[in-house]
């Protein structure tokens, strides 16, 4: 059991936006950052967003991430077929005293 | 271009040690922090904790007993040893650089391709 939650699925067509949401607690996305990863089939994971809604470099502006209280969110709009992959959420928790993960949310695109 | 490399053996059997090096090109060991992260198959991502140059480590308490990691900067690696491994531990391996000194203004870029690790005897 994550201590992030995500939803296990989402889907889109091609060109829509979707979302995706990653839910914490106090102790962990209420006080701190939050960073998204990217991993494509077979693949490892990428970098998508860090520092809650900051780009790295190479990045499309179509993936955008905002923090609000202790949940977090991920859009991508303009949707490809080669966004299929499974997102990951990730923040430090203070409780813990460790970084923690979501449980990933596969994306399907129709 | 910051490129790692995982390294090790792909069978451990269960009650021994587990060791993989992380093979760092394009940057310099010794001024960055360095994670190892797993994911069992079909699974979510696991952080299993850091290691900085100078004997600096911090481990993800639920692996903190069992863990031990280390830097050698002549070979511009990092290792990672997981002891008393049992089926639980299998796994893909990760090893990826820390983006910062901070736990909390922290984030992993890039990442090693993974390297499977399987636990049976």
């Known amino acids: 059991q994550s201590v992030l939650t995500q939803p296990p699925s989402a889907s889109g067509t091609p060109g829509q936006r979707v979302t995706m949401s990653c839910s914490g607690s106090?102790?962990?996305?209420?006080?701190?950052?939050v960073n998204w990863y990217q991993q494509l089939p077979g693949s490892a994971p990428k970098l998508l967003i860090y520092?809650?809604?900051q780009r790295p470099s190479g990045v499309p502006d179509r993936f955008s991430g905002s923090r609000s209280g202790t949940s977090a969110s991920l859009a991508i709009s303009g949707l490809r077929s080669d966004d299929e992959a499974d997102y990951y959420c990730?923040?430090?928790?203070?409780?813990?005293?460790?970084?923690?993960f979501g449980g990933g949310t596969k994306l399907t695109v129709l | 271009q910051v490129q790692l490399q995982e390294s090790g053996p792909g069978l451990v059997k269960p009650s021994e040690t587990l060791s993989l090096t992380c093979t760092v090109s394009?940057?310099?060991?010794?001024?960055?922090?360095w994670s190892w992260i797993r994911q069992p198959a079909g699974k979510g991502l696991e952080w299993i904790g850091r290691?900085?140059?100078?004997?600096?480590?911090y481990y993800n308490p639920s692996l903190q007993s069992r863990v031990t990691m280390s830097v050698d900067t002549s070979k511009n690696q990092f290792s990672l040893n997981l002891n008393s491994v049992t089926a639980a531990d299998t796994a893909v391996y990760y090893c990826?650089?820390?983006?910062?000194?901070?736990?909390?203004?922290?984030?992993?870029?890039?990442w090693g391709h993974g390297t499977l690790v399987t636990v049976s005897s």
């Open positions: 990826a650089r820390d983006s910062s000194s901070s736990y909390k203004e922290d984030w992993f870029d890039p």
């Open positions: 394009g940057a310099a060991i010794s001024k960055y922090y």
């Open positions: 290691v900085y140059n100078g004997g600096y480590s």
């Open positions: 106090s102790s962990n996305i209420g006080s701190n950052p």
């Open positions: 520092r809650s809604n």
């Open positions: 990730a923040t430090w928790d203070d409780s813990l005293s460790s970084r923690v």
